[in-house]
Each structure stands twice: as structure tokens, then as C-alpha cells.
Antibody, heavy 120, light 107 residues
Framework: QVQLQESGPGLVKPSETLSLTCTVS????????WSWIRQPPGKGLEWIGW???????NYNPSLKSRVTISVDTSKNQFSLRLGSVTAADTAVYYC??????????????WGQGTLVTVSS | DIQMTQSPSSVSASVGDRVTITCRAS??????LVWYQQKPGKAPKPLIY???SLQSGVPSRFSGSGSGTEFTLTISCLQPDDFATYSC?????????FGQGTKVEIK
């Protein structure tokens, strides 16, 4: 079955750029939508944005000025870049696949998540 | 943005109990609502989608209902594996938003 795995630095300095990659295994990245979601310690989930395998993107307006999501279909990967980070960006970052459409949409599966701490 | 508000924030219950969690949306989301279960240190897993459809592989003791702005997740007979945090998510409009979560704890 499809599995997702996030990778990237666990520590980022304030004002720098957070970069994470999600590797999809057990299936193709093509013809699906893929999202990044984050969860600050002890808090709720926040959707960051999605990308379709063609490269079309949609971002959360609260993060739009700082976020870029890209896809590399040859590697079956998609990536997240979040610029000008602050301590408020400290969170577990998840990647997930969209299944269903319109009213039947849900995120499944999810990666295991990776904790990114913003600190000097 | 559509704000999603869950109640209660936490609930203490015993094995065998019936547990009900409510999720209220600040705007009409039709039935475009998902419920997730999350255990400590793990990623969320979908339980219910389209407000009342059971995700494949999820036990039938989980059920969802509601439409518009008020939704309910019910666990009919709580099992030891069900102690977790449950979150709702609206997928009706961008940005997708989640409730703050409801923690189901052992009484």
C-alpha cells in the first residue's frame, strides 16, 4: 500500500527557510493531490497547502507569502519550503494524500510526521 | 476561514461507554466533513468522511452524523484501542480547517 515519509532538518534557525520532502512509495504520485499539514506541540492541526501531480498548487492564505510546494514526479516526491521562519513555525509537519473528491475528500494515508524546531 | 469548534475538549470514559463528540462550523459546510483519530506520536487516521461515511477498515462502532454547521461523532461502545484524540476537518472551502481536537481519556 502507499506509504509517505517526510525528511529534512529537524532544527532551523529563525529567519531561515524550512525545507522538507515527502517521498511516496508503494504507488505513483501521478494523478493525485498531496497536502502538507502541521501541528504545533500540544495544539490542533493546520493545513498548509496542496499540490497536484501536474504542479498546480493551493496554499493557506495565512502562510501563502512564505510557502512554496513543489513536485518531482520522476522521484515520486513533493516538497515544502517555508521561508522566514519563527518559533511559531515549530511543529510536527505531515504530508498526506488526498482520496475522494469534493464532499468525499479525506487525507489518507499520512506520513509519520517530522518535528521541526525553530531555534537559534 | 471556516472556524471549527469541538466540544468537549476532553472526556473521561470507561470501556463500554457510549461517547459523543460535537463539531460546530462557523459556516455551512454541507456534509463536507471528516473525522480523524490520532494517537500520541502518530499521524491522524480518517474514521468518517462526508460526515457519515465509514472509512474502509474502521469498526462499525464509529458513526458520524450531521450536516450544515453541526456534526457528531459517536463511539457506541468504547474499546481500549479508542482512547485517543479525535479531530474534525471541513473540506468545503479553502483553507481546509480542523477542530482543536477532543481527547478521550480513560476514566
Amino acid at each position: 500500500q502507499v506509504q509517505l515519509q517526510e525528511s529534512g532538518p529537524g532544527l532551523v534557525k529563525p529567519s531561515e527557510t524550512l525545507s522538507l520532502t515527502c517521498t511516496v512509495s508503494g504507488g505513483s504520485i501521478n494523478s493525485y493531490y498531496w497536502s502538507w499539514i502541521r501541528q504545533p506541540p500540544g495544539k490542533g492541526l493546520e493545513w498548509i497547502g496542496w499540490i497536484y501531480s501536474s504542479g498546480i498548487t493551493n496554499y493557506n492564505p495565512s502562510l501563502k507569502s512564505r510557502v512554496t510546494i513543489s513536485v518531482d514526479t520522476s522521484k515520486n516526491q513533493f516538497s515544502l519550503r517555508l521561508g522566514s521562519v519563527t518559533a511559531a513555525d515549530t511543529a510536527v509537519y505531515y504530508c498526506a494524500r488526498h482520496i475522494g473528491a469534493a464532499g468525499t475528500l479525506r487525507f489518507d494515508p499520512w506520513g509519520q510526521g517530522t518535528l521541526v524546531t525553530v531555534s537559534s | 476561514d471556516i472556524q471549527m469548534t469541538q466540544s468537549p475538549s476532553s472526556v473521561s470514559a470507561s470501556v463500554g461507554d457510549r461517547v459523543t463528540i460535537t463539531c460546530r462550523a462557523s459556516q455551512d459546510t454541507s456534509n463536507w466533513l471528516v473525522w480523524y483519530q490520532q494517537k500520541p506520536g502518530k499521524a491522524p487516521k480518517p474514521l468518517i468522511y462526508a460526515a457519515s461515511s465509514l472509512q474502509s477498515g474502521v469498526p462499525s462502532r464509529f458513526s458520524g452524523s450531521g450536516s450544515g454547521t453541526e456534526f457528531t461523532l459517536t463511539i457506541s461502545c468504547l474499546q481500549p484501542d479508542d482512547f485517543a484524540t479525535y479531530s474534525c476537518q471541513q473540506v468545503r472551502s479553502f483553507p481546509y480547517t480542523f477542530g482543536q481536537g477532543t481527547k478521550v481519556e480513560i476514566k
